[in-house]
């Protein structure tokens, strides 16, 4: 997959932020933590989820986009090294 950019949150209030990506899978949703829209061009994250499910999902980017979501989350709170 690849990261094209990061929308922010979904709303002022939310835990999820939304993510532009290109080549994703509905079918590797991670319960009510991580969603892939069945088009695969959006991505959502909740923003409290287990370290290990953001880590997993991080490994499923091309290497230049796992950099780049691993940024996006470290400058939201959610530090994954």
């Known amino acids: 997959m690849e990261l094209i950019k990061c929308n922010g949150?979904?709303?002022?209030?939310?835990?999820?932020v939304s993510f532009e990506i290109t080549g994703g899978k509905n079918e590797n949703s991670i319960g009510d933590q991580v969603w892939f829209s069945k088009c695969g061009k959006e991505m959502e994250i909740y923003l409290s989820s287990d370290i290990d499910v953001l880590i997993e999902v991080s490994n499923m980017f091309n290497p230049k986009s796992k950099?780049?979501?691993r940024g996006y989350l470290r400058r939201m709170g959610r530090a994954l090294d």
């Open 67 to 69: 950099y780049a979501l």
């Open 9 to 16: 949150r979904i709303s002022e209030d939310s835990d999820f």
